[in-house]
């Protein structure tokens, strides 16, 4: 079983890679799974550039209202 968290870190960033959005804070990426929580996953194939290119080029940050 994967870890779930409830919220992000303040810090957070989003993503996407291909039609799917990542997060990512403090070297953790996160999926959110449509019931209300974010699971904890391994580093997808390409996720390191989007963070880079994410940060570097908007620093915009998600927030996700509930």
Do not use: C, K
């Amino acid at each position: 079983m994967s870890s779930r968290v409830r919220q992000l870190p303040n810090n957070h960033i989003g993503f996407l890679i291909g039609s799917q959005r990542y997060f990512y804070a403090n070297y953790t990426y996160y999926l959110w799974d449509n019931r209300r929580d974010y699971i904890v996953v391994e580093e997808s194939v390409g996720a390191e550039t989007e963070v880079a290119s994410a940060s570097e080029s908007s620093g915009e940050l998600f927030v996700l209202s509930r």
